[in-house]
């Protein structure tokens, strides 16, 4: 049974960070591009980053581009998004996906987590 769990959302104060995790099982881990993506309230799910299975391969929105960070330990089969500088806008329920690194931007991927909420207050 594939398993991604996100966690490490909260609520923080605007120009905090916070750093959320993605634990992957069930999946080789090491095999698959892995995406973090956000969708706010009313609005549609928005793709952030996603970084190839060895780290080559980072891509990052606009959006969140020198404000956040991904990365990844294949050896602890966990993803990482480091969140720095946050704004009201990022308030959303942040998942985790797993896929081919070169259409996750396109929000295809083969497993998605349940999902972690982030609500940043001016």
């Known amino acids: 049974q594939v398993q991604l769990v996100e966690s490490g959302g909260g609520l923080v104060q605007a120009g905090g960070s916070l750093r959320l995790s993605c634990a992957a099982s069930?999946?080789?881990?090491?095999?698959?591009?892995m995406g973090w993506f956000r969708q706010a309230p009313g609005k549609e799910r928005e793709f952030l980053t996603a970084m190839s299975w060895s780290g080559d391969f980072i891509a990052y929105s606009n959006s969140v581009k020198g404000r956040f960070t991904i990365s990844r330990d294949n050896a602890k089969t966990t993803m990482y998004l480091q969140m720095n500088s946050l704004r009201p806008e990022d308030t959303a329920v942040y998942y985790c996906a797993a896929g081919a690194v070169g259409v996750l931007h396109l929000k295809r991927a083969d497993y998605w987590g349940q999902g972690t909420q982030v609500t940043v207050s001016s």
């Open positions: 069930g999946i080789t881990f090491s095999s698959y591009g």
